[in-house]
């Protein structure tokens, strides 16, 4: 059972269930908070923060590794995200603040075949414009919202990372990300074949 206080961080992050999240930690207050979680070995809140104002779904971190320690007290750390929370209040008793949590369910099941597969070939063209490669699914990510996978690894605005979050149904998700996806992609082609203009004539991009 996840405790339902934790302590908090909020980030310009959208973080979605099973990405990893390297930090590096050098605020005080979330030195102490660090210190908590590993000797605890509990998980901590990630919710997106804009300005002063706190979205309402955010995702656990579990660290899963401490990667560098600094003489000064700064340290690096890779998280993984864990379970998707609703942020029912927030308080203020320690340096660091924490969450009052409400664990959400998680639903992975697609209801819609014909959409999934043509989400999965828009995808892997985008994929392709970003990263040069096809996307390869471990048996491990099957377990795991494939609307959550594609959106971590594409340019998404947060706003649009934060609504997808948000939704509670896989279907949902994978209609909203195609959707995204099929705005997106224009963009990206545009992007590289200005991409080889400029490396075919020796002309950078502005």
């Avoid at 939704?167 to 992609?185: G, V, W």
Wanted: negative net charge; contains cysteine.
């Amino acid at each position: 059972m996840r405790p339902t206080r934790i302590p908090l961080f909020p980030l310009e992050v959208v973080l979605f269930p099973g990405m990893p999240l390297p930090l590096h930690i050098f605020e005080p207050r979330y030195r102490i908070m660090l210190a908590r979680c590993i000797n605890e070995k509990i998980e901590f809140g990630i919710i997106l923060t804009l300005g002063t104002e706190l979205s309402k779904i955010g995702c656990t971190a579990e660290i899963v590794e401490k990667l560098k320690e600094y003489p000064d007290g700064r340290v690096d750390i890779l998280c993984e995200a864990r379970a998707l929370f609703r942020l029912i209040d927030v308080l203020n008793e320690k340096e660091y603040q924490e969450a009052i949590a409400d664990y959400l369910p998680e639903d992975i099941l697609p209801q819609d075949s014909e959409q999934e597969a043509q989400l999965i070939e828009r995808f892997q063209i985008c994929h392709n414009l970003v990263f040069g490669q096809p996307w390869v699914v471990s048996s491990r990510d099957t377990e795991l919202s494939l609307a959550f996978q594609m959106a971590a690894r594409l340019p998404l605005e947060l706003e649009a990372k934060q609504n997808l979050l948000e939704i509670p149904e896989e279907s949902a998700r994978q209609a909203f990300l195609l959707l995204r996806i099929n705005e997106l992609l224009p963009q990206l082609a545009q992007r590289q074949r200005l991409r080889k203009i400029a490396g075919g004539n020796g002309h950078g991009l502005n």
